[in-house]
């Protein structure tokens, strides 16, 4: 595990942004793992960027994200199938029907989890993985827990989780109180896995965590078990 400690949230984004453009430029149908929140939008508008410089051609680019909301559908602008479209997907050349985001409406969610590992079994895996870490430790929606779910589940968010994603939503109270996520186990098999991190208090845990054990109550701790994983972080 690579740990980079950079001066700024820029520094963090041009970092992040240059080593997908890298993946990009090396596997032009490479399957992009992406993630949502705060962290990786300056991520998301440098990739646009060097897309509308003629730098970079999503044309063959497949991506999976890691979670969405139950009971969102992707019109609703707090959904994370919403947030992709309007950072990414809408302003470079990737085809939608490559572009793959938990359903949070499925009738069935248990077979939509299992449809979205075998659907990235099918797609050959994932060659690079971005992620954000919650105030938690969790990765996608990867709670705390006494153990780590390896496949697509349905997740409770615990009480942390809805207070610190409230900030994007008219009220606490409309925070979705259960998510899909992407298990560790799929997180885990990515190739290459990228984490982006921004802010004293998340500086102090990446530090904190990634010194210790690893222990499904900080569910990125199992990133130290990974054979390629990059951590860009900053304190400011
Ligand atoms: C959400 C997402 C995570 C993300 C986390 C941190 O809970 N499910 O994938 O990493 O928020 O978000 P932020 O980058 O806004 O701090």
Sequence with gaps: MRLIRVNNYEEVSERAAMMI????????????????GSSPVGTYQRLVAWH?????DFSQIKTVNLDEYVG?????????RY???DNLFSHVNIAKENTFVPNGKAD???????WYDANMERLGGVDLQLLGIGNNGHIGFNEPADFFTVE???VDLKESTIQANARFFDS???????AVTMGTGGIMKAAKVLLIAAGKEKAELIERAFAGQVTPQIPATILK???DCTVIYCGD
Excluded: N
């Design 52 to 56: 509308r410089a003629g730098k970079l």
């Design 225 to 227: 078990l990974h054979a």
């Design 152 to 154: 697509t589940h349905l």
């Design 72 to 80: 969102l559908d992707g019109t609703d602008p707090q959904s994370y």
């Design 108 to 114: 069935d969610p248990a077979a939509e989890c299992a």
């Design 172 to 178: 606490p109270d409309d925070v979705p109180r259960q």
């Design 83 to 85: 947030f992709m479209e």
């Design 21 to 36: 453009a890298a993946q990009i430029q090396l596997k032009p149908d490479a399957v992009l793992g992406l993630a949502t």
